[in-house]
């Protein structure tokens, strides 16, 4: 090969990037995201959600008062506050989204039997059809998939390269010993700048990893989209060189499925070539490139809770669902009740829906618009699930050492009843137990993960509003430090103290 062929797959990966950035700029800037509302023949400029609410959850409406004393409380930690006193709950997208009746419907047919159920069935078959994998093995979410696998096929001294490696994925693998390496993409070290597919992996980097590590490497996978890299897309070019250089060194080519639908639509957006290609059958072709999954049932699947890990290697299948049969259930179950095997049945489906994508993506850009337009820094251009704020770049003035992540979510929080989640240093950084010494993440950013199908867009209008209220008046957010943290996963229950503001200066 091939260093030409590479070479060439990498030079016309870049030619489509700039060809693809002018329409990605245009559709940044006016004023209906990608197009129109609705397919059809009006443009329509409002956004509307594509479908009606039957059942409500109330909101309870709190006052800042209240939410200090909740903050201090779960020592300012968001994952330790009551769901009920939060306003608008941007923690993340997964298992977090409403069902659809189709959902609901289905879910009444569950079939409970512990072997060989009819929900098995249309799970396997709904599986297979849109990823194309010859062996299904669920799971009862995405982690739990990724424990088997790396379980499976990683042991000490092996290395695993993915565009980022989100934090479960990276533990997992960790745990057997071997070393999680993240190989994004160049472009996407510039946070404001925009590309159209940021969350592509480094081709260079991956043939240069597979050449040092002969025999080490177990997999390479791909997350799409990239959620610890912005949320950002992965082309097909990109996904198609990877896979490439992975097996011309005898090496398996995964994906991190959890966003796929999301990625095909950023692919059948960004790509002239995929413009008049279904959502499906885009997701048909990436799924035909790899080797196996893992996949997180909350995302993509539309449910509230499920995942399940796929392969084309029977023995592979086979050692896998030993494992799910020691911790997570039979292989007709792997941990989930029929009814759930069900929803995820339908919600794979209603993901690929043409006009619940355009709505999802216009919603998420039209935050990441009023943000921009308000100067408030992010990760550009919007990714597909959620906003990433530059809280580094937004309060400049809060060294590294305090957080500017954490400070902003508190801030917004108190300000505004909205959680969101830091993806910093409190996430990625690490105290040395024994010399205290801290490493830092590249960034401090701010994520706003929007659910699926749960808000308006006057809700989206609130967030924006509570957004730059706190941006006018940024200089008076304070850092934080931290005052006790577990080991391992520290953003979940750590907890911090807000730095005292320093004291007035007399005359
Ligand atoms: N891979 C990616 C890319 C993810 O974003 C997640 C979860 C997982 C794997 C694990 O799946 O939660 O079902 O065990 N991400 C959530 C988030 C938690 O907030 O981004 P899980």
């Known amino acids: 090969m091939t260093t030409?062929?590479?070479w060439r797959t990498v030079t016309t990966a870049r030619l489509w990037r700039t060809v693809t950035t002018a329409r990605?700029?245009?559709?940044?800037?006016?004023?209906?995201?990608?197009?129109?509302?609705?397919?059809?023949?009006?443009?329509?400029?409002?956004?509307?959600?594509?479908?009606?609410?039957?059942?409500?959850e109330p909101i309870r409406m709190t006052t800042v008062a209240e939410r200090e004393e909740i903050l201090a409380h779960a020592g300012y930690n968001l994952f330790r506050i009551p769901a009920d006193t939060i306003v608008i709950d941007l923690l993340t997208d997964s298992g977090t989204g409403a069902m659809s009746a189709e959902q609901w419907a289905a879910m009444m047919r569950g079939d409970e039997s512990y072997a060989g159920s009819t929900s098995w069935?249309?799970?396997?078959?709904?599986?297979?059809?849109?990823?194309?994998?010859?062996?299904?093995?669920?799971?009862?979410?995405?982690?739990?998939?990724?424990?088997?696998?790396?379980?499976?096929?990683?042991?000490?001294?092996?290395?695993?390269?993915?565009?980022?490696?989100?934090?479960?994925?990276?533990?997992n693998i960790e745990a057997t010993g071997a070393t999680a390496l993240d190989l994004p993409c160049r472009e996407s070290a510039d946070l404001a700048a925009v590309h159209p597919f940021k969350g592509d992996i480094d081709l260079e980097a991956v043939e240069r990893v597979?050449?040092?590590?002969?025999?080490?490497?177990?997999?390479?996978?791909?997350?799409?989209?990239?959620?610890?890299?912005?949320?950002?897309?992965?082309?097909?070019?990109?996904?198609?060189?990877a896979a490439e250089i992975a097996h011309r060194h005898g090496v398996r080519f995964y994906l991190d499925a959890c966003r796929?639908?999301?990625?095909?639509?950023?692919?059948?957006?960004?790509?002239?070539e995929y413009a008049e290609t279904s959502l499906i059958d885009i997701a048909r072709e990436m799924?035909?490139?790899?080797?196996?999954?893992?996949?997180s049932a909350k995302k993509d699947g539309m449910a509230n809770i499920g995942g399940f890990l796929c392969t084309n290697d029977a023995a592979v299948a086979r050692h896998e669902e030993e494992l799910l049969i020691l911790t997570e259930g039979f292989p007709t179950y792997g941990g989930l009740a029929g009814r759930d095997l069900e929803a995820i049945a339908v919600g794979l489906y209603e993901a690929l829906d043409p006009e619940y994508q355009q709505y999802r993506h216009a919603s998420t850009g039209y935050l990441g618009k009023h943000l921009t337009a308000g100067s408030v820094p992010i990760v550009q251009p919007p990714g597909g699930h959620a906003i990433y704020i530059d809280a580094g770049a937004m309060l400049p003035h809060i060294p590294k050492e305090q957080y500017a992540g954490q400070a902003l979510a508190i801030e917004l929080f108190r300000h505004g009843g909205i959680r969101s989640v830091e993806i910093g240093s409190v996430m990625f950084g690490k105290r040395d137990p024994e010399t205290g010494a801290e490493t830092y993440a590249a960034h401090e950013l701010l994520r706003l993960a929007i659910p699926r199908r749960v808000y308006t867009k006057s809700h989206v209008d609130y967030v924006v509003e509570a957004i730059l209220e706190v941006y006018e008046r940024r200089e008076e957010v304070r850092g934080v430090e931290i005052v006790t943290q577990p080991e391992a996963l520290r953003h979940?229950?750590?907890?911090?103290?807000p730095i005292a503001a320093p004291a007035p200066v007399c005359a």
């Open 4 to 6: 030409t062929r590479l």
């Open 24 to 56: 990605l700029w245009r559709d940044l800037t006016t004023t209906a995201p990608f197009g129109a509302t609705l397919r059809g023949d009006t443009a329509m400029k409002t956004i509307i959600e594509p479908f009606r609410i039957k059942m409500v």
């Open 121 to 171: 069935q249309r799970f396997e078959s709904a599986v297979k059809d849109i990823f194309g994998f010859r062996h299904v093995i669920p799971t009862h979410q995405g982690r739990a998939a990724e424990r088997i696998l790396a379980a499976t096929l990683c042991g000490p001294g092996d290395v695993v390269p993915n565009n980022t490696h989100f934090d479960t994925t990276r533990a």
């Open 210 to 241: 597979l050449e040092e590590n002969s025999g080490k490497v177990p997999f390479v996978m791909i997350t799409v989209t990239n959620n610890g890299g912005g949320g950002q897309p992965v082309s097909m070019a990109n996904i198609r060189a």
């Open 260 to 272: 796929f639908a999301e990625n095909a639509f950023f692919i059948q957006k960004r790509t002239p």
């Open 287 to 295: 799924f035909s490139l790899a080797d196996g999954c893992t996949m």
């Open 492 to 497: 979940f229950s750590s907890t911090f103290r």
